[in-house]
């Protein structure tokens, strides 16, 4: 399974909630699904140092980092164009590669969206922003541009409020295959009820 993560708020995934204790949602769902006895690889977008790159354009100088779920395995960095052949042969040998996406708007980020099985929102109801919907909603059409039956699980950290209540509603109006998921309670809880949202539809449907 290719399973994208996606921050919706233009920061990190690694939010209060799980930074301290698993190092970022990814990391956590990651961990999670090896523990399971599965094979995984967390693929990691690095944001441009700015300075280094005012030159230059960071679309073409964007790295990432990869990191095999299990003892004693370290990360390393490999830049885009090595990326997708690196990711071609790891495919053959994992079971799943987690993507943690900070700028999806790149050409590479696009092509892995693309090819996911499923994409994730991690939503911050009270940072949401007009512009921040509309590049979402520009990421996930332009995904499913290649795939039109491609999922979107949208998790909210406050889905009762009238922000997030309007929210919901919204993207259920604009987009088709979608779920919500409540995310507010202890990371233990709230991991919980994401990786079965996530993991368990996929083994039923043996992706």
Known sequence: MLLSLVSACGASLHTS???SQYGGLAAAIAQRRALAGRNVLLLTQCMPDKQANQYKNPAENRMWQTREMKIAATSRTVNSEALMAELAIARQSTCDV????????T???????????????YIQTALWKRDRHTRMMQCIRAAREKNQS?????????????????LVNKLARQLHDVRFLLA???ADLALASIYKSIFLPAALQSI
């Open 17 to 19: 909630q799980y930074a």
């Open 98 to 105: 987690i993507l943690e996406l900070q700028q999806a708007h």
């Open 107 to 121: 050409d590479v980020a696009l092509h892995l969206l693309a090819e996911s099985h499923m994409l994730v929102f």
């Open 150 to 166: 491609l999922p979107v699980l949208f998790i909210l950290d406050d889905i009762n409020s009238k922000t997030g209540q309007d």
């Open 184 to 186: 507010n309670t202890s």
